[in-house]
């Protein structure tokens, strides 16, 4: 059976609703794993790295600071991604939400809030400067951009298309509901996991 990790948004878990409809939607035919982020970046990296040397997933899929950590992975690991309305500066994103915040759906360990501080948005500024490093004429096939038409977080498809040849759009908004997931990402990561 073919296995898919879903790396969730930064408000996101691994309980959220496009975590919920993928799982849902391949029962039976893929194993999806949709686990909880750490909230600073480079664990975050260093968690999703160790996770698909064990599980070794034959896709990544992202949303929104999920899909900015599965563009670095994806050609470090060879591994084909599809990015859900990708936020490429996460730190202009966080630099305008200091302060205390709660998660939008329940994680494993029970903590739902959360402080946004100068320290996260310099961090994610470290790795927004590297993020393209890995990227290779080679690879620009194996990882496809679905973006949001209603979307007023992230506007990146222009980056995107610097470095990448398969772009998509869907009529939505930044986070997907489960019709969405299940209308426009499931299609798309089903030819993924054929062609790729």
């Not at 939607?25 to 999703?48: C, K, S, W, Y």
């Not at 948005?121 to 393209?132: R, S, W, Y």
Request: glycine residues 6%; contains cysteine; proline residues 7%.
């Amino acid at each position: 059976m073919k296995k898919i990790l879903f790396l969730h948004g930064f408000y996101a878990s691994g309980q959220c609703v496009p975590a919920m409809a993928l799982r849902e939607a391949f029962a039976g035919r893929a194993e999806v794993l949709t686990p909880d982020l750490p909230m600073h970046p480079q664990n975050a990296l260093e968690f999703i790295s160790d996770l698909i040397d064990s599980e070794k997933p034959n896709l990544l899929i992202g949303n929104s600071c999920g899909a900015f950590y599965a563009q670095m992975m994806a050609p470090v690991k060879s591994i084909p991604a599809l990015l859900g309305n990708p936020h490429f500066l996460m730190s202009e994103f966080l630099n305008q939400r200091i302060g205390q915040h709660e998660y939008k759906s329940p994680r494993k360990d029970g903590k739902q809030s959360f402080v946004i501080d100068e320290t996260l948005v310099k961090e994610f500024a470290t790795l927004e400067a590297t993020q393209f490093d890995n990227c290779n004429p080679q690879f620009s096939d194996q990882v496809w951009g679905l973006f949001g038409e209603q979307d007023t977080l992230a506007h990146f498809e222009p980056l995107f298309l610097k470095y990448y040849t398969h772009s998509f759009h869907f009529p939505g908004g930044h986070t997907p509901t489960a019709d969405e997931v299940r209308t426009w990402y499931v299609p798309l990561a089903e030819r993924m996991l054929i062609e790729l």
